[in-house]
């Protein structure tokens, strides 16, 4: 039950540090360039405005994929 309880508080702390990024991040902060990438999709039409970040997202998962397969390293 104890490792069960570690990873739980890892994963709170993960989700409170993601959580503090975006708000103080903001539009103008350290993720101003989300959404903005060449290759992400932006329509704005009458009453209707679509983002669809194609291209952050690739490379948020590609950050993210990079971070676990170093934490997997580092266990061993």
Same mark, same amino acid.
């Given at each position: 039950?104890?490792?069960?309880?570690? *990873?739980?508080? +890892?994963?709170?702390l993960?989700?409170?540090? +993601?959580?503090? +990024?975006?708000f103080?991040?903001?539009?103008?902060?350290?993720?101003? *360039?989300?959404?903005?990438?060449?290759?992400?999709?932006?329509?704005?039409?009458?009453?209707?405005?679509?983002?669809i970040? *194609? +291209?952050?997202?690739?490379?948020?998962?590609?950050?993210?994929s990079?971070v676990?397969?170093?934490?997997?390293?580092?266990?061993?």
């Amino acid at each position: 039950m104890s490792e069960i309880g570690k *990873w739980l508080f +890892v994963t709170g702390l993960l989700f409170c540090l +993601v959580g503090g +990024v975006l708000f103080l991040g903001g539009k103008t902060g350290i993720l101003g *360039w989300f959404g903005k990438l060449p290759g992400d999709i932006h329509y704005q039409g009458k009453g209707v405005e679509v983002y669809i970040p *194609w +291209v952050s997202m690739l490379v948020v998962s590609l950050l993210f994929s990079l971070v676990l397969q170093l934490i997997a390293l580092m266990r061993k």
